[in-house]
């Protein structure tokens, strides 16, 4: 039922005072946040007086070299190409790892053959694909392409596995009874049961491929952060390194944020939890 009370748009002075009061409300949400960082601002450049500014140099100089690297087409560009590696190594990854996942989640035979495989890949440690990605392969573009292969797509046909095995048999005997196609079932059913699962998954791959991304383009990438991060190193230009590590970090907290809006959109139909644990 609509209001009877008419609608007036608000003037740009109380439209600017209402998104003051948004902001300030936004921010004492998450004061605690705000205030760890403050004091790690605030420690960092207390220890810039004593220490070389080789070693810990000050926050407006770490501040200059990041406003360079965001401002500078050509050094943005850079960013640019390591997230596009990123997010081709995750998309190759998260297709492969959902087809794995739905044949272990539905196929008892493929589960039972397939999940020791995965774990015992999940053991190697990413630094040896790097090793063995160098030996197998001569092109820098596929040595990444393996390594996020490789190292995501085991969490993402485990993720999905597991979220598919959480889909309740009390909702599947129920739709069951009702004779649904194969399709009503899977959309019915089968997705949204696996969406959780696959939100989740992206959310844990995106700052390990960040990770595994960085170490590959140290040796041999002649364009991304890593290869930056290793001319910053071989030039002891510490700000240089810590604002390229800043650049990379914001690009994947704004991906995060885009994930999280985009769960809270696909997962309205859940349930708020109720209650929880008071400290």
Excluded: C
Excluded at 19 to 27: F, I, K, T
Excluded at 76 to 81: F, H, P, Q, S, T
Excluded at 126 to 135: E, G, H, Q, R
Excluded at 167 to 179: H, P, T, V
């Amino acid at each position: 039922m609509e209001s009877d009370a008419p609608h007036t748009a608000l003037s740009p002075p109380q439209a600017r005072e209402a998104w003051h009061s948004r902001l300030l409300g936004l921010m004492a949400a998450r004061k605690e946040p705000i205030i760890s960082f403050a004091v790690i601002l605030v420690s960092w450049q207390i220890a810039s007086f004593f220490l070389p500014p080789y070693l810990i140099p000050s926050v407006g100089v770490i501040v200059a070299a990041f406003i360079e690297i965001v401002v500078n087409i050509g050094l943005l560009g850079d960013v640019l190409i390591t997230m596009g590696r990123i997010f081709l190594g995750l998309v190759l990854a998260f297709i492969s790892g959902t087809i794995l996942g739905v044949f272990m989640g539905f196929t008892q035979t493929v589960e039972k053959h397939t999940l020791p495989v995965l774990h015992f890949i999940m053991g190697i440690p990413a630094l040896s694909w790097v090793v063995f990605a160098i030996i197998w392969f001569s092109h820098v573009e596929t040595r990444i392409a393996f390594i996020l292969l490789a190292g995501s797509l085991p969490n993402f046909a485990l993720i999905i596995h597991d979220g598919i095995k959480s889909i309740s048999k009390e909702y599947l005997d129920m739709l069951r009874a009702m004779r649904p196609t194969r399709k009503q079932l899977f959309s019915k059913l089968i997705l949204p049961g696996m969406i959780p699962a696959v939100l989740t998954a992206w959310k844990v791959n995106l700052g390990l491929a960040a990770r595994v991304v960085i170490v590959a383009e140290l040796v041999g990438a002649s364009r991304g952060v890593g290869n930056k991060l290793l001319l910053a190193q071989e030039l002891f230009e510490m700000p240089k390194a810590i604002a390229w590590t800043l650049v990379l970090v914001t690009f994947l907290l704004v991906t995060q944020f885009v994930i999280l809006l985009l769960e809270h959109k696909l997962l309205r139909w859940r349930p708020a939890k109720e209650g929880g644990m008071a400290t």
